[in-house]
């Protein structure tokens, strides 16, 4: 049970005195009590010290845990007299009582709860049964002889004595609230007095303390019987068939219907209906009808109640979804008092329950003998707390309910684990009225969460350890797991092995077994796992000494060679229920831990392990997670406290993703591979040795390349890889396929690890291994090559060459010395093997010529002195680098003379051409030259052709001449070849006949020439004429150039642009753009720069125009710039006046 208040006697008449208490009325440190002679008794509450309790004597506040609920405190203070003094001592040194100075003398408390200050004997001629105070208006309102009354507050005389129109009236209800003024929006206070009378609802109101005159009168089905304001315009009235909801600014009516034909229209039969089982009298007989009760709760909420039937409602009058409040005996009145739900027994029984509204569980029983009725004080709308205390009154007494601290109620439910209590209290609780709100509940929450694990609820657990506002640090959630699952964080106290040990020692060990170890035992004995993870679960229990040795007997039996079965059998159904249960709660500890990463993630970078920066404003989501992830979090933003920071959160990340390892290769271990391909903070010997034990060697390697553990895992590749024979532990792991993957995926900083595990590759494949280098990948292009080349020399030439194929011809590498370094490996191949002719030979020398062709950073020098001189086989090659190196001549000769191939000696001669025709003037550059000069040109330097010529026609000694090649070389090439150099190379005896060919091509080329002259001009007179008629017609587009042919229209309302005047008769000039101007405007008008006119535009042509009907059409134009512009000369034109 919860002491959440306790009883304190405050008045209690004396046995002498024969009246009896019918009502009171509490505000501030006043206490008005209705007796029922008709007087009005006024008390000043004094304030009594708390009772603080000491550790050797009970506490004032203590309740027993028991059904009745009538604990050690009500019985207390209903035995001590309300003018007991409480004793005091002063404080101690040393357990002696230290005397008080005069100066520390501290004065008695008062000897009474209350003081009787007044006594108002004529106040009322009948029993005073309800008081009410409207404390603005200074107006005390009183329920006595079935009429309203309303007195002064200060001096207790009456005000109206009775109200008009209240005769016969039953009860009434106040209310205070703060209102904004519709017209003006200024808020004031409005007080509002609701009064039963009989069927009749009778409404007063004060405005800023004045007594309206006007009074509302609405009429209800049948009579009221209780009255309670559910807002400050809607009272709620309860009558003997239900339950309506009354609009005071409009009159409107609502009954209350909930589910379950709850309430009804009045006069209806329902659940709060007159007729009913429950509203049967004693012996089945009709006449008792219960009182229908109601209280407001929190904000916006309402509790009705009829005998045991309960109903919440908004202040609206809409049902709401929760249950009935599970009371056995109806009470005999209801309340709240901040945050509870009160409900009073009747004097018979003498007892108030406190009730929890959220939950509707009871958590108190206070015993009050002859209690009657309860008394709030006026609610305080900012502050509901505030009016926590309340008053019960009985006939003889009232007293006065004071509230424990909260943070003792919830230290005491969570004492006696009643988390749920505890969470929907600090729920309802403001966070001021809490020490630390949110930490608090925070813990609550982890313990439910834990007593629920204990239950075997393993999925609630999980999602409490992971609600938002919970966020549980990770050490706590696995102390709750075996040493399988949280290592060393585990908080399961494992089975002690030292009697085992013993037993070894004195069987095992005698017959020369071995001990077994045990942590061995402890990873392949799965019921031993699974019986420790029960034993917590259940608890550890005493083992009782005088059993003990029964117990040990009997497990010496289960172990013996003749144990039977029926006593075995057990034990293993014991321990695959033990396995199950520890599957289920790892398989929900997956989600907790996800969960947790992702936390952590907001905070820190996975990848890096830094932390991310935190938001500027404070307590954002960010701070939020830093101080939930761990257990201490300082909000210190230091360097040095970063650092810690970040190491904390580092250290938390480990223990997170290392269980959770644990419990994928517990439950289920094909997920460890995909925690591996992200950023995590394993720890690497755990996973390394899990992972060997159960022969999961890819996913290690996984996790070393996620860990950057590289050469772990290349030496791991390579002890699966180089064999011969796939090893049974790990076959998808033989050969270089994985390793040279593996090693693509690198980054270049680690050319030394790169080029160390190459070697095995290209050795075993080397294709294969040579993807490591020429891959299509960012890492494979930007290895610093200088080391890939040194190390590929040493491993084979032939891997050099095609890696350096590869990145001169496909990375486009400029290097001089690689390409260098690929022609002297060319011509050393074809060197070597020059025994060995064949397909290779042929294709490395094709190589090599295409390499000499299209390169031109390799050195010429050093490639034509390597390459060999009297071999036929490197004659071409000879002749391409004397031909970049400009000796065509010596080229043509090794093609004529020594290859005597006539067909590339031409080829190279079209190709030497082509590159010099792309060197020459572009056409435009030479329209300037005359043609006879082109036609006759005579060149500086000879063709390529006439050197092919020549060395055909006179080739040195030894050669002869041969007239075959040179004659063809004339038919094709002639126009290539000038006349007057050509023809003195022609031997005499040659028939001109024979030249025919070289003739023809030379005129034809000759009248090509003057034919394209023709088509040249032409086409200039075309664009000539074209220039001319856009000049004079204009491009005839909308709004386009008009030229000579364009108009302007000019109005009389029509002004200058420049001067804003109107233009009338003077002259005008028209602008480029069509805008008209005055002439002597013209200087101004911006012709240059703001027109966009071009700078020669400055003489303007205006034409004389005629004016018919007031409007002018001017006709102007641009100026020539040749001469047959110039004799246009200029016009102008005044008004009405042809010039």
């Known amino acids: 049970m919860l002491s959440a208040?306790?009883?304190?006697?405050?008045?209690?008449?004396?046995?002498?005195?024969?009246?009896?208490?019918?009502?009171?009325?509490?505000?501030?440190?006043?206490?008005?009590?209705?007796?029922?002679?008709?007087?009005?008794?006024?008390?000043?509450?004094?304030?009594?010290?708390?009772?603080?309790?000491?550790?050797?004597?009970?506490?004032?506040?203590?309740?027993?845990?028991?059904?009745?609920?009538?604990?050690?405190?009500?019985?207390?203070?209903?035995?001590?007299?309300?003018?007991?003094?409480?004793?005091?001592?002063?404080?101690?040194?040393?357990?002696?009582?230290?005397?008080?100075?005069?100066?520390?003398?501290?004065?008695?408390?008062?000897?009474?709860?209350?003081?009787?200050?007044?006594?108002?004997?004529?106040?009322s001629n009948r029993a005073i049964e309800q008081l009410a105070v409207i404390k603005e208006a200074n107006t005390l309102v009183s329920l006595s002889?079935?009429?309203?009354?309303?007195?002064?507050?200060?001096?207790?005389?009456?005000?109206?004595?009775?109200?008009?129109?209240?005769?016969?009236?039953?009860?009434?209800?106040?209310?205070?609230?703060?209102?904004?003024?519709?017209?003006?929006?200024?808020?004031?206070?409005?007080?509002?007095?609701?009064?039963?009378?009989?069927?009749?609802?009778?409404?007063?109101?004060?405005?800023?303390?004045?007594?309206?005159?006007?009074?509302?009168?609405?009429?209800?089905?049948?009579?009221?019987?209780?009255?309670?304001?559910?807002?400050?315009?809607?009272?709620?009235?309860?009558?003997?068939?239900?339950?309506?909801?009354?609009?005071?600014?409009?009159?409107?009516?609502?009954?209350?219907?909930?589910?379950?034909?709850?309430?009804?229209?009045?006069?209806?039969?329902?659940?709060?209906?007159?007729?009913?089982?429950?509203?049967?009298?004693?012996?089945?007989?009709?006449?008792?009808?219960?009182?229908?009760?109601?209280?407001?709760?929190?904000?916006?909420?309402?509790?009705?109640?009829?005998?045991?039937?309960?109903?919440?409602?908004?202040?609206?009058?809409?049902a709401l979804e929760k249950r009935q409040v599970p009371w056995q005996p109806a009470p005999e009145a209801i309340g709240y008092s901040y945050p509870y739900m009160l409900a009073l027994q009747p004097p018979a029984k003498g007892s108030l329950e406190v009730w929890n509204p959220d939950t509707l569980s009871l958590l108190q029983t206070i015993s009050l003998p002859g209690a009657a009725a309860l008394h709030f004080p006026p609610p305080t709308v900012s502050l509901p707390h505030k009016g926590k205390g309340f008053h019960v009154v009985g006939e003889r007494a009232v007293w006065k309910m004071d509230a424990t601290e909260y943070d003792s109620q919830i230290e005491e439910l969570v004492k006696n684990a009643r988390f749920d209590e505890a969470i929907s209290i600090m729920s309802m609780l403001e966070d001021a009225l809490l020490k630390d709100k949110t930490q608090t509940l925070r813990e609550v929450k982890m313990l439910k969460a834990e007593l629920l694990f204990r239950q075997k609820k393993y999925r609630e657990s999980m999602d409490l350890f992971n609600e938002d506002e919970v966020?549980?640090?990770?050490?706590?959630?696995?102390?709750?797991?075996?040493?399988?699952?949280?290592?060393?964080?585990?908080?399961?106290?494992?089975?002690?092995?030292?009697?085992?040990?013993?037993?070894?020692?004195?069987?095992?060990?005698?017959?020369?077994?071995?001990?077994?170890?045990?942590?061995?035992?402890?990873?392949?004995?799965?019921?031993?796992?699974?019986?420790?993870?029960?034993?917590?679960?259940?608890?550890?229990?005493?083992?009782?000494?005088?059993?003990?040795?029964?117990?040990?007997?009997?497990?010496?039996?289960?172990?013996?060679?003749?144990?039977?079965?029926?006593?075995?059998?057990?034990?293993?159904?014991?321990?695959h229920q033990d396995d199950k249960d520890l599957m289920a709660a790892v398989l929900e500890l997956n989600s907790y831990l996800a969960g947790a990463r992702a936390r952590l993630q907001r905070v820190i970078d996975p990848a890096t392990g830094k932390l991310k920066p935190r938001k500027s404003q404070s307590g954002s989501s960010t701070d939020d997670a830093f101080k939930s992830l761990l257990s201490s979090a300082n909000a210190d933003s230091s360097d040095e406290e970063q650092q810690r920071l970040e190491h904390d959160l580092q250290a938390t990340f480990k223990i997170v993703d290392t269980t959770l390892f644990r419990a994928f290769m517990y439950s289920r271990p094909t997920l460890a591979s995909s925690l591996f391909r992200i950023p995590n903070f394993c720890d690497p010997d755990v996973v390394n040795e899990r992972l060997v034990e159960h022969n999961r060697f890819n996913e290690l390697v996984d996790f070393f390349y996620g860990k950057k553990l590289h050469r772990q895992a290349l030496d791991l590749l390579r002890k699966f890889g180089s064999p011969d024979e796939p090893d049974d532990a790990a076959p998808n792991l033989h050969g270089p396929q994985r390793t040279v993957v593996y090693l693509q995926g690198l980054p270049p900083e680690m050319i030394d690890v790169i080029l160390e595990f190459s070697d095995w590759t290209l050795r075993k494949d080397p294709q294969l291994g040579m993807e490591v280098f020429l891959a299509d990948s960012e890492n494979a292009e930007t290895l610093p090559r200088e080391r890939v080349i040194a190390f590929l020399e040493g491993v084979d030439p032939r891997l050099e060459i095609r890696y350096l194929e590869h990145v001169i011809g496909e990375l486009n590498d400029m290097t001089p010395e690689f390409h260098n370094q690929l022609m002297e490996l060319y011509v050393r191949r074809l060197r070597d093997d020059r025994g060995e002719m064949g397909e290779d030979w042929d294709a490395t020398m094709e190589k090599l010529v295409r390499f000499l062709n299209e390169s031109r950073l390799y050195s010429l020098s050093r490639a034509f002195g390597l390459i060999p001189r009297d071999d036929p086989r490197f004659y071409e090659a000879q002749a391409v680098v004397l031909s970049i190196m400009g000796q065509h001549k010596q080229a043509l000769e090794i093609y004529v003379f020594r290859m005597n191939d006539y067909t590339k000696a031409e080829d190279y001669c079209n190709r030497i051409h082509k590159t010099q025709d792309s060197q020459l003037a572009s056409p435009s550059q030479r329209q300037g030259a005359n043609a006879s000069e082109e036609v006759e040109e005579a060149a500086v330097q000879p063709s390529i052709y006439h050197t092919l010529l020549s060395l055909y026609l006179t080739p040195p000694p030894p050669h002869t001449p041969n007239l075959a090649p040179a004659l063809d070389l004339l038919s094709k090439h002639g126009s290539r070849l000038p006349a007057t150099s050509t023809l003195s190379l022609i031997p005499d005896s040659l028939p001109v006949a024979e030249l025919e060919s070289y003739f023809r091509g030379r005129m034809r080329n000759a009248n090509s020439i003057v034919n394209e002259t023709r088509v040249v001009a032409g086409l200039r007179k075309t664009g000539l004429v074209a220039s001319q008629a856009l000049l004079l017609l204009g491009d005839g587009v909308?709004?386009?150039?008009?030229?000579?042919?364009?108009?302007?229209?000019?109005?009389?309302?029509?002004?200058?642009?420049?001067?804003?005047?109107?233009?009338?008769?003077?002259?005008?000039?028209?602008?480029?753009?069509?805008?008209?101007?005055?002439?002597?405007?013209?200087?101004?008008?911006?012709?240059?720069?703001?027109?966009?006119?071009?700078?020669?535009?400055?003489?303007?042509?205006?034409?004389?125009?005629?004016?018919?009907?007031?409007?002018?059409?001017?006709?102007?134009?641009?100026?020539?710039?040749?001469?047959?512009?110039?004799?246009?000369?200029?016009?102008?034109?005044?008004?009405?006046?042809?010039?």
């Open 1038 to 1139: 909308p709004g386009g150039q008009g030229g000579r042919n364009r108009r302007v229209v000019i109005s009389e309302e029509r002004v200058c642009g420049v001067c804003h005047k109107r233009l009338g008769g003077s002259v005008v000039a028209v602008l480029p753009d069509n805008a008209v101007v005055h002439y002597g405007c013209l200087s101004r008008a911006g012709v240059n720069g703001t027109t966009g006119a071009r700078p020669y535009a400055r003489s303007v042509m205006s034409s004389a125009a005629s004016v018919n009907g007031g409007t002018a059409s001017v006709r102007s134009g641009s100026t020539y710039l040749d001469a047959q512009a110039a004799q246009a000369g200029s016009w102008g034109r005044s008004a009405g006046v042809g010039v």
């Open 145 to 318: 002889n079935w009429a309203i009354s309303l007195h002064d507050l200060k001096t207790f005389e009456p005000i109206e004595v009775p109200l008009p129109r209240t005769k016969n009236a039953s009860t009434f209800a106040v209310t205070s609230n703060i209102v904004k003024d519709p017209a003006t929006g200024i808020p004031e206070i409005i007080s509002r007095l609701a009064v039963a009378v009989k069927r009749r609802l009778l409404l007063w109101s004060w405005h800023a303390g004045e007594l309206s005159s006007d009074v509302t009168e609405i009429v209800l089905a049948e009579a009221i019987r209780t009255i309670t304001w559910a807002n400050a315009t809607k009272v709620v009235c309860g009558m003997n068939s239900g339950y309506v909801i009354v609009d005071v600014e409009n009159g409107k009516v609502e009954d209350i219907v909930g589910p379950g034909a709850i309430g009804g229209v009045a006069g209806g039969q329902g659940r709060f209906g007159a007729v009913g089982a429950t509203s049967m009298g004693y012996m089945g007989l009709g006449g008792y009808i219960p009182k229908p009760l109601s209280a407001k709760l929190a904000e916006g909420e309402l509790l009705l109640a009829k005998d045991i039937n309960t109903l919440f409602i908004n202040d609206s009058g809409k």
């Open 5 to 123: 208040f306790t009883a304190r006697p405050i008045i209690e008449l004396k046995q002498r005195d024969k009246s009896r208490i019918e009502s009171v009325l509490a505000y501030g440190d006043r206490v008005l009590v209705g007796l029922n002679t008709g007087s009005l008794r006024i008390y000043r509450l004094n304030e009594l010290p708390d009772p603080t309790p000491t550790p050797s004597s009970t506490p004032a506040t203590s309740q027993p845990i028991n059904g009745n609920g009538n604990g050690a405190a009500a019985a207390q203070f209903q035995s001590q007299p309300s003018d007991a003094i409480p004793t005091t001592s002063s404080p101690t040194k040393n357990g002696q009582p230290e005397p008080l100075s005069q100066a520390q003398v501290v004065p008695p408390p008062p000897t009474k709860p209350t003081d009787l200050l007044r006594e108002v004997e004529k106040f």
């Open 471 to 575: 966020h549980a640090p990770p050490e706590r959630v696995l102390k709750l797991f075996p040493k399988i699952i949280a290592g060393e964080l585990s908080g399961v106290v494992e089975e002690d092995k030292d009697d085992e040990s013993d037993q070894d020692g004195s069987t095992g060990k005698a017959s020369g077994e071995k001990p077994v170890k045990p942590e061995v035992v402890a990873e392949q004995s799965s019921p031993q796992k699974g019986g420790t993870f029960s034993k917590y679960l259940m608890g550890h229990r005493k083992v009782n000494s005088e059993t003990a040795s029964l117990a040990s007997s009997k497990m010496g039996t289960d172990k013996d060679d003749t144990a039977s079965i029926r006593g075995g059998k057990p034990s293993e159904e014991h321990s």
